[in-house]
């Protein structure tokens, strides 16, 4: 390995400037040491969600590399058992909904969204074949979904808002990706699931045998996706933390400047083709920098998270998931969003 070089004396860095400038040279002194022994390891709980492309592109391109990162994304089929690896410390951190994060903080869990990723904007949705029009029409019938999940939540969510309840349907534990071949089968009227898996569903029967009944798009911010990590990760690592929102904005802009193949890249993880990849990401809305702050600011909007936060503690202590609801700021740490768009 080819040497540093050598700090310059106290007398010459006094004639440039003083302690301000031996300071500063030793910060970067540190800096390229921290560089010379190699990039911080850490893993991220995540699902194959279309909203989390950024991600996907900052792994391939490895986007991680100029802030001293190698972030493996290590995949769950079944995202109600990432705060449980979160808690228990075998991965670092991870993407979860922030319904789940209210359910974790309200029991005592100090799990905190420290970046929002996008809202489902009907990715997540209920859907049924042709005998059922409405969800009123659930009711006694068979519904496939997976519990304390972003599904478990759409779900409850849709029945409450048409005066049913959990006790109104025979609910069926299943994950998203058993969803389709249950329907397929004829075994499930009805399932709740997210993509890739929802437009899989969509393509049966040429398009005809199955429609969307209720989606994502009936309720604007209630499905968001965010960054979580445990507030001990947070005080301990908060320059990986920062690295990491920073390499999956570079994700984000490459996905803009280059459509194309962030749409091979993203497929290639995801199983579906470029062309399916673009008609998915009709159903999400990745929050740019600039709008991220909203989601921390005090609004009924189901889009802030005190305004969503609401919704989603009631509803999750209606179901008896929860005890008490948590204080909304008790679920976030804004640090990171704010110094970023402060530059």
């Given at each position: 390995m080819r040497a540093l070089n050598p700090v310059p004396s106290l007398v010459s860095a006094s004639k440039r400037g003083g302690l301000k400038t031996l300071l500063g040279l030793c910060a970067t002194l540190a800096t390229a040491s921290a560089f010379a022994a190699g990039p911080t390891p850490l893993k991220i709980g995540t699902v194959v969600w279309i909203g989390y492309g950024p991600f996907y592109v900052a792994e391939a391109l490895d986007l991680?590399?100029?802030?001293?990162?190698?972030?493996?994304?290590?995949?769950?089929?079944?995202?109600?058992?990432?705060?449980?690896?979160?808690?228990?410390?075998?991965?670092?951190?991870?993407?979860?909904?922030?319904?789940?994060?209210?359910?974790?903080?309200?029991?005592?869990?100090?799990?905190?969204?420290?970046?929002?990723?996008d809202y489902s904007n009907g990715g997540d949705a209920i859907v049924a074949d042709a005998s059922i029009k409405t969800v009123k029409d659930f009711k006694g019938k068979k519904i496939g979904f997976n519990p304390l999940s972003p599904s478990d939540f759409l779900l409850s969510y849709a029945l409450k808002t048409n005066g049913l309840t959990d006790k109104d349907i025979n609910a069926v534990s299943m994950t998203p990706e058993a969803v389709p071949a249950a329907m397929a089968s004829g075994q499930m009227p009805i399932g709740v699931t997210y993509e890739p898996s929802l437009s899989q569903i969509l393509s049966q029967g040429g398009g005809k045998k199955f429609k969307v009944v209720f989606s994502s798009k009936n309720a604007p911010g209630?499905?968001?996706?965010?960054?979580?990590?445990?507030?001990k990760v947070i005080k301990a690592k908060p320059t990986e933390i920062s690295g990491i929102i920073k390499a999956y904005l570079d994700g984000m802009a490459y996905m803009k400047a280059k459509p194309d193949e962030a749409a091979k890249i993203i497929g290639k993880f995801m199983g579906v083709t470029p062309k399916e990849v673009k008609e998915q990401l009709s159903g999400v809305y990745n929050i740019p920098l600039a709008e991220m702050p909203k989601a921390f600011v005090k609004a009924k909007e189901t889009t802030s998270y005190y305004g969503s936060g609401e919704v989603i503690g009631e509803l999750l202590k209606a179901k008896g998931q929860i005890k008490t609801i948590p204080a909304t700021e008790s679920t976030f740490d804004a640090q990171f969003v704010t110094a970023l768009t402060k530059k």
């Open positions: 991680y590399k100029k802030y001293n990162l190698k972030v493996s994304l290590q995949v769950f089929t079944d995202p109600a058992l990432i705060p449980a690896a979160i808690a228990s410390g075998a991965i670092d951190g991870g993407h979860l909904t922030y319904d789940q994060v209210v359910g974790q903080v309200a029991e005592g869990k100090m799990q905190k969204v420290v970046m929002p990723i209630l499905i968001a996706d965010v960054m979580v990590f445990d507030e």
